[in-house]
C-alpha cells in the first residue's frame, strides 16, 4: 500500500462538507433528475410520529431511500405497504448530514393497477375482516313497507324509474326522497348525512340508496369507508342501487341488499299488488271454505239429535205415557171405591154401636131418668124428702116432689 | 286500519279457522271479520296512489365536508 499520494500542486482539495454541498448541487439542479419517475417495490417502510413516511424503493440490483413528506402524503388514495410495486414522481435529495440521498416523493401509484382500484381492493378486504360485509348483520326487509326513503340525485332518470315501479307495484307505500349528491367523491359527506337524516326521520322502514351508472371516480363516493361506515350502522335496512349490473361498490358489499339497477331496487323494496290481491282472492275463497266446513261439522250432532227416536216418533213417548195415565187412573178409581165402600161399612159399625149406646133407645124400653140439680140420680141415697127433682121419659119430662125415700 | 295490519289480521283469521278449534259462533264471527277485511284491503288497494314527500336539507355546512351533526 502507497504510503502517500501524490497531489498536484494547486490541486483544489475538498472539505467534506464542500463535496457533498457540490454533489448535492450537482443532483439536486439535473434537468434530469428534476420530476423523475422510479418504478420499484416498498420495503422497510416505516411511518415517523411526524406524519412523514421513509421507506426503500428496490429492485434485484439495488436500493433507494425515498421520503414521503406528510403533506405529500395526504393525497394519496391507497395504503402503502411492504411488498408493494410502486411508481413514484420525485426529487432527488441530498442530506448532508451523513451524505445520502433520497427521492422526495411528489406522487405515488400503484405500479400496474389504478390507485382507485387498489384502495378499493383495500378498502374492501379491510372491511371484510372486520366483518362489515358478514351475513349476520344483514338486516331484513320489512315485508310490506310502510314509507320508503330514497337516497339519490332529486333530478334524472334514477328517481323517476324508483317512483314509477313503486307506484306500479305498491302504490300504498309512502316514499321521502332524500335530495342528496351523488357524483364523485365530493358528494360522500352528503350521502353520510343523508343516511342518518333518514334514521333520524320517524316511520322509515327501508332505505334505498341509488345512483345511475358511471365510471369508478363518479362512483368514488360510495366506494369511502365513512359511507361504508354509516351504511353499516344504519338501523334501518338499506337497499343499494349503484351504477349498472357491473359496476360494484363498497356500499353494495356493505347494504344489507344490492340490487343490479334502481329499478331493480324498488322491485325488492315492495311486494307486488297484482300478488296481493290473487292472495286475497284466494284467502277469500279459502275462508270461505273453511266456513262452510265449520257449519257442516256443527250439523253433524244436529243431525245425529234429530234422528233420534224422541224426534223421529215424537207421539212414542206421550203414547206411553198416555196409557200410563190410563193405568194410573183405573187403579185409582178402584181403590177409591174400595176406601168408599170401607168407609161405608165403617159408618154403619159405628152408627149401630151409636144406637144402642143412645139412651133415648133404653128410654123407649119403659126406662126413666132421674135428675137432680143438673145430674142424673143413679143412689136413691143421694135424695131427701121435699127434693125437687126432674123426670125424663121416653116421651116427656116430669116435675116432681120426694114423698118418701127407700134403700134398695 | 294500516293495510298490512289488515293482511296480517286476515292471515291469522284463516289460520284460526283451519285450526278448527273455535266454537261456531266464534267462527261465524272470525270469518264475518275477514271478510270485512279482505273488501277493505281492495278498497284501499284500489283507491292507492303513490305519496312521495321531498325532504329539505339545509345543511350548508356539510357541503364543505364538516357536518355538525
Redesign the interface.
Given at each position: 500500500m502507497p504510503t502517500n499520494i501524490s497531489i498536484p500542486i494547486n490541486q483544489h482539495i475538498f472539505t467534506v462538507g464542500e463535496l457533498t454541498a457540490y454533489v448535492k448541487d450537482l443532483l439536486e439542479s439535473n434537468q434530469n433528475l428534476i420530476n423523475v419517475f422510479v418504478r420499484g417495490e416498498i420495503s422497510t417502510l416505516t411511518k415517523a410520529s411526524s406524519g412523514h413516511i421513509y421507506f426503500n424503493l428496490k429492485d434485484e440490483k439495488s436500493q433507494i431511500k425515498c421520503i414521503l413528506f406528510k403533506w405529500s402524503s395526504e393525497n394519496i388514495k391507497f395504503e402503502l405497504e411492504h411488498g408493494l410495486k410502486v411508481i413514484v414522481m420525485g426529487n432527488i435529495s441530498v442530506y448532508e448530514p451523513n451524505g445520502t440521498y433520497s427521492v422526495v416523493v411528489e406522487e405515488i401509484q400503484p405500479d400496474g393497477l389504478g390507485a382507485l382500484n387498489l384502495k378499493f381492493i383495500q378498502l374492501k378486504n379491510k372491511l371484510e375482516k372486520e366483518g362489515l360485509f358478514s351475513k349476520e348483520h344483514k338486516k331484513l326487509l320489512p315485508?310490506?313497507p310502510?314509507k320508503i326513503a330514497v337516497i339519490t340525485s332529486?333530478t334524472g332518470a334514477v328517481i323517476q324509474d324508483i317512483?314509477n315501479v313503486?307506484?306500479r307495484r305498491y302504490?300504498?307505500?309512502?316514499?321521502?326522497?332524500?335530495?342528496t349528491p351523488v357524483q364523485g367523491k365530493?358528494a360522500?359527506?352528503?350521502i353520510?348525512?343523508?343516511i342518518?337524516?333518514a334514521n333520524k326521520?320517524p316511520n322509515i322502514d327501508l332505505i334505498i340508496l341509488a345512483r345511475g351508472g358511471g365510471s369508478l371516480e363518479d362512483l368514488w363516493c360510495f366506494n369511502e369507508e365513512i359511507v361504508a361506515r354509516t351504511i353499516f350502522d344504519s338501523k334501518i335496512p338499506i337497499i343499494s342501487a349503484i351504477g349498472h349490473e357491473t359496476d360494484v361498490t363498497i356500499a353494495d358489499f356493505v347494504a344489507d341488499r344490492r340490487a343490479e339497477t334502481p329499478s331493480v331496487a324498488a322491485e325488492i323494496a315492495v311486494p307486488d299488488?297484482k300478488e296481493?290481491?290473487y292472495n286475497?282472492n284466494n284467502?277469500?275463497r279459502?275462508?270461505?271454505r273453511?266456513?262452510k266446513?265449520?257449519?257442516e261439522?256443527?250439523k253433524i250432532p244436529l243431525k245425529q239429535t234429530l234422528s233420534r227416536p224422541v224426534f223421529k216418533r215424537p207421539y212414542d213417548k206421550i203414547n206411553s205415557y198416555s196409557i200410563k195415565i190410563d193405568d194410573l187412573s183405573s187403579s185409582l178409581s178402584k181403590s177409591f171405591k174400595r176406601y168408599i165402600e170401607n168407609s161405608k161399612k165403617g159408618l154403619e159399625k159405628v152408627h149401630i154401636k151409636l144406637d144402642t149406646l143412645n139412651p133415648k133407645s133404653v128410654l123407649k124400653r119403659g126406662y126413666s131418668i132421674v135428675i137432680k140439680d143438673n145430674k142424673t140420680v143413679k143412689d136413691s141415697k143421694n135424695l131427701n124428702v121435699e127434693d125437687d127433682i126432674n123426670i125424663i121419659l121416653y116421651k116427656g119430662k116430669i116435675d116432681a116432689k120426694i114423698k118418701k125415700v127407700k134403700e134398695n | 286500519m294500516?293495510?298490512?295490519k289488515n293482511?296480517e289480521k286476515?292471515?291469522e283469521?284463516?289460520r284460526d279457522?283451519?285450526e278448527?278449534e273455535?266454537s261456531?259462533n266464534k267462527?261465524?264471527e272470525r270469518?264475518e271479520e275477514?271478510?270485512k277485511l279482505?273488501k277493505e284491503?281492495?278498497k284501499?288497494?284500489e283507491t292507492?296512489?303513490?305519496?312521495?314527500?321531498?325532504?329539505i336539507?339545509e345543511?350548508s355546512d356539510?357541503?364543505n365536508?364538516?357536518?355538525k351533526?
Open positions: 315485508k310490506f310502510k332529486p317512483k313503486l307506484s302504490p300504498l307505500v309512502r316514499v321521502l326522497i332524500i335530495p365530493e360522500t359527506n352528503f353520510v348525512e343523508s342518518k337524516t326521520t299488488i296481493i290481491k286475497l284467502l277469500l279459502k275462508s270461505s273453511l266456513i266446513n265449520v257449519l261439522k256443527n | 294500516v293495510f298490512e293482511l286476515i292471515d283469521i284463516v279457522l283451519e278448527g273455535l261456531l267462527s261465524v270469518f275477514g271478510v279482505i284491503c281492495y284501499q288497494i292507492a296512489e303513490l305519496k312521495i314527500e321531498t325532504i336539507i345543511n356539510v357541503i365536508g364538516t357536518s351533526k
